[in-house]
T-cell receptor
Framework: EAEVAQSPRYKITEKSQAVAFWCDPI?????LYWYRQILGQGPELLVQ????????DSQLPKDRFSAERLKGVDSTLKIQPAELGDSAMYLC??????????????FGPGTRLTVT | GQSLEQPSEVTAVEGAIVQINCTYQ??????LSWYQQHDGGAPTFLSY????GLEETGRFSSFLSRSDSYGYLLLQELQMKDSASYFC??????????????FGSGTRLLVRP
C-alpha cells in the first residue's frame, strides 16, 4: 500500500539553528500539505501545494519558515532560525485532489521536532 | 472564518457505544470529515459527510445535520484499540477550486476494560 514518506522521524536542534524536513507524497497525488500539530491540539495547516504552486500559506510564519515543491512531487519545509515555540510534530499529507468530497488526505508518520 | 467544538475527553467501557459530538461554524459548508489518531501516530481518515444523515462503515458511523451545524461520530462495540484521539474537520474554500481542511482540537477517547 502506498504511503507518504517523511524524514527525519525525530529531530533535536538548538534554537537559532536551521532545520529541514522532507516529504514524499503518494505517487500521483497533486495536492500536498504541511501541518504543525502541538500536543493536545488538532493539526494546523501551514502550507498547501497544488502541484508545484502554493495555494495557501496564510498560517506559515514566513519570516522563518519556507516550503518548496519544485517539481511538483516531493517537498521540503525549512525553519531558520528555529525557536523554542517551534517544538511540535510536523505532518505531511497528500491527496489526489483538494476538492470537496471523500478525497481523503493521507498523512505521513510525521517529524517530531524538539528545539532546545 | 471557521471554528469547531468537540469535547476534550470521553471515557467508555469496552463493548459499549460512544458518541463524539462536533459543532461547527463556517462560511460556506463543504463537508465534515473525521480522523483518528493514536498516540505518536499519524491521523487516518475515518469518514466524510456532505449531506444530512448517517454514514456507516463497519463499527463506525458518522452523522451530519447541516441545519444544526452539527455532526457526530458513533463508535459501536468499543475495543481497547479504539483508544485514540478523534478529530472532526471542515473544509474551507481557498478559491480556484481548491479547499483546505480545518481541524477541531480533538476528543481523546479512553476505552476501559
Amino acid at each position: 500500500e502506498a504511503e507518504v514518506a517523511q524524514s527525519p522521524r525525530y529531530k533535536i536542534t538548538e534554537k537559532s539553528q536551521a532545520v529541514a524536513f522532507w516529504c514524499d507524497p503518494i505517487s500521483g497525488h497533486a495536492t500536498l500539505y504541511w501541518y504543525r500539530q502541538i500536543l493536545g491540539q488538532g493539526p494546523e495547516l501551514l502550507v498547501q501545494f497544488q502541484d508545484e504552486s502554493v495555494v495557501d500559506d496564510s498560517q506559515l510564519p514566513k519570516d522563518r519558515f519556507s516550503a518548496e515543491r519544485l517539481k511538483g512531487v516531493d517537498s521540503t519545509l525549512k525553519i531558520q532560525p528555529a525557536e523554542l515555540g517551534d517544538s511540535a510534530m510536523y505532518l505531511c499529507a497528500s491527496s489526489l485532489l483538494a476538492l470537496p468530497g471523500p478525497y481523503e488526505q493521507y498523512f505521513g508518520p510525521g517529524t517530531r521536532l524538539t528545539v532546545t | 472564518g471557521q471554528s469547531l467544538e468537540q469535547p476534550s475527553e470521553v471515557t467508555a467501557v469496552e463493548g459499549a457505544i460512544v458518541q463524539i459530538n462536533c459543532t461547527y461554524q463556517t462560511s460556506g459548508f463543504y463537508g465534515l470529515s473525521w480522523y483518528q489518531q493514536h498516540d505518536g501516530g499519524a491521523p487516518t481518515f475515518l469518514s466524510y459527510n456532505a449531506l444530512d444523515g448517517l454514514e456507516e462503515t463497519g463499527r463506525f458511523s458518522s452523522f451530519l445535520s447541516r441545519s444544526d451545524s452539527y455532526g457526530y461520530l458513533l463508535l459501536q462495540e468499543l475495543q481497547m484499540k479504539d483508544s485514540a484521539s478523534y478529530f472532526c474537520a471542515v473544509r474551507g474554500f481557498l478559491g480556484d477550486s481548491s479547499y483546505k481542511l480545518i481541524f477541531g482540537s480533538g476528543t481523546r477517547l479512553l476505552v476501559r476494560p
